[in-house]
């Protein structure tokens, strides 16, 4: 026998025999089986462990207005600043309790007037032009106040401020006033006083004091008002 032949012969042996084999393997092995492992004896299954499920988050809640807390801290309440009252603002403007500035003027047709002479007597000064709407229309009522109280001490005078006097002479032609008007060409009597506008006026009593003052056109209602604060104990009502 070659040795090619018995190579092949040795190898179909091998099959052989492992076929057999797992043919025993196939038909044996549920009794072996249940030798090791009696019917019903398995275990069960090991469920895996639970893990509890995490809570989801949640959001944070808006803050609303009611839900902010109302602050520890008690805040004190602001003060306003304090705002000059009209009385304190006039008596500013017009010197009220003050000692009247001097006052020495020419008089429109000729001599002076002098302030400081006139103590004694109740004096309502006007500072006016004659271009002013108002003045014109004030001086008729200035006059019936002077006439009516010249006899209680009321001297009423006007200052005409820097104009010519043949223009202020015109004026009180055209209007007919009778209570003296001063002449103040150069303004310096404005300036002292403090006529910041025209007109203006300012009531002094007998010792020289003002005692209350007027911007701009006025009607007779404050006109006498203004009178009466000079003549103490005199009924005056407007004409």
Not at 116 to 138: H, I, Q, S
Not at 151 to 171: K, S
Request: proline share 12%; net charge negative; glycine share 8%.
């Amino acid at each position: 026998m070659s040795a090619r032949l018995a190579v092949l012969i040795g190898l179909l042996a091998g099959l052989l025999t492992a076929g057999i084999a797992l043919a025993a393997a196939l038909v044996y092995a549920p009794q072996i089986a249940d030798a090791i492992h009696p019917a019903g004896s398995l275990p069960a299954a090991t469920a895996p462990p639970t893990v509890p499920p995490r809570p989801s988050p949640t959001a944070p809640p808006i803050a609303t207005p009611q839900s902010i807390p109302a602050p520890s801290r008690t805040l004190a309440p602001l003060t306003p600043s304090a705002e000059p009252s009209p009385s304190a603002t006039e008596e500013s403007l017009f010197r009220v309790g003050q000692k009247a500035p001097k006052l020495l003027l020419p008089l429109l047709g000729g001599g002076t007037i002098d302030l400081a002479k006139l103590k004694g007597k109740a004096v309502w000064v006007n500072f006016m032009g004659t271009y002013c709407p108002p003045c014109r229309d004030e001086f008729p009522l200035m006059n019936v106040f002077g006439a009516r109280h010249e006899d209680d001490g009321l001297v009423v005078l006007a200052v005409d401020v820097r104009e010519e006097p043949a223009v202020v002479q015109a004026f009180i032609d055209d209007t007919g006033v009778t209570f003296q008007v001063a002449l103040d060409r150069d303004g310096v009597a404005q300036k002292a006083w403090g006529a910041i506008a025209l007109p203006i006026h300012f009531w002094i009593d007998t010792e020289g004091i003002i005692r209350d003052g007027a911007l701009g056109a006025i009607g007779p209602d404050i006109m006498a008002d203004g009178v009466q604060t000079i003549l103490p104990g005199v009924d005056v009502s407007p004409p």
